[in-house]
């Protein structure tokens, strides 16, 4: 890494990757951009899309809900979250979440940002017209990615009991 650059990215823009956990990553400024100071990607995900129980050892974490809602399991509570709402897992706490409403967009900043490898590893470049609704999931791959990159360390399955059906839109 050199320099960190300017980077200023309208709605919509930045380079597009499918999630192989699921959804619709859009990122906004990457680590190389910002001189591995931290990743931030806007990421568009379908009802009942959620993570394993996780840690990033190297990384905090920030979820912060542009539209639709979210159980955050944080520190051994779940907490349900809607636009406006933020959480923050420090490097090592063990965390997780769940979109409860029909799609959920957040925005995900990690500092510093050592865990894109993790993200790209895991994802395959979107289609133009990809909405991130539906999608190739392959945890295999995401698992592969994240011991190979140390970008995430799953710790167990999502400590959430099974989704209700996806709301009326």
Same mark, same amino acid.
């Given at each position: 890494?050199?320099?960190?650059?300017? $980077?200023?990215?309208?709605?919509?823009?930045?380079?597009?990757?499918?999630?192989?956990?699921?959804?619709?990553?859009?990122?906004?400024?990457?680590?190389?951009?910002?001189?591995?100071?931290?990743?931030?990607?806007?990421?568009?995900?379908?009802?009942?899309k959620t993570t394993p129980l996780h840690?990033?050892?190297?990384?905090?974490?920030?979820?912060?809900?542009?539209?639709?809602?979210?159980?955050?399991?944080?520190?051994? $509570?779940?907490?349900?979250?809607?636009?406006?709402?933020?959480?923050?897992?420090?490097?090592?706490?063990?965390?997780?979440?769940?979109?409860?409403?029909?799609?959920?967009?957040?925005?995900?900043?990690?500092?510093?940002?050592?865990?894109e490898p993790f993200y790209r590893g895991?994802?395959?470049?979107?289609?133009?017209?990809?909405?991130?609704?539906?999608?190739?999931?392959?945890?295999?791959?995401?698992?592969?990615?994240?011991?190979?990159?140390?970008?995430?360390?799953?710790?167990?399955?999502?400590?959430?009991?099974?989704?209700?059906?996806?709301?009326?839109?």
């Amino acid at each position: 890494m050199s320099t960190a650059v300017s $980077i200023v990215r309208a709605d919509g823009e930045g380079e597009r990757l499918r999630f192989l956990g699921g959804g619709l990553i859009t990122m906004k400024a990457t680590a190389e951009e910002t001189n591995g100071a931290f990743l931030l990607f806007e990421d568009l995900m379908p009802h009942g899309k959620t993570t394993p129980l996780h840690t990033h050892a190297g990384e905090d974490e920030t979820l912060y809900v542009l539209a639709g809602e979210l159980l955050v399991h944080v520190d051994g $509570i779940d907490h349900p979250l809607g636009p406006g709402g933020v959480a923050v897992a420090p490097r090592g706490v063990p965390h997780a979440f769940l979109v409860t409403s029909s799609t959920a967009r957040i925005l995900t900043l990690q500092t510093p940002g050592s865990a894109e490898p993790f993200y790209r590893g895991a994802s395959e470049p979107a289609g133009e017209y990809d909405t991130g609704a539906e999608g190739p999931v392959d945890f295999d791959r995401v698992r592969a990615s994240a011991e190979r990159s140390g970008g995430m360390q799953v710790l167990g399955p999502p400590p959430f009991a099974a989704p209700a059906a996806a709301p009326a839109s």
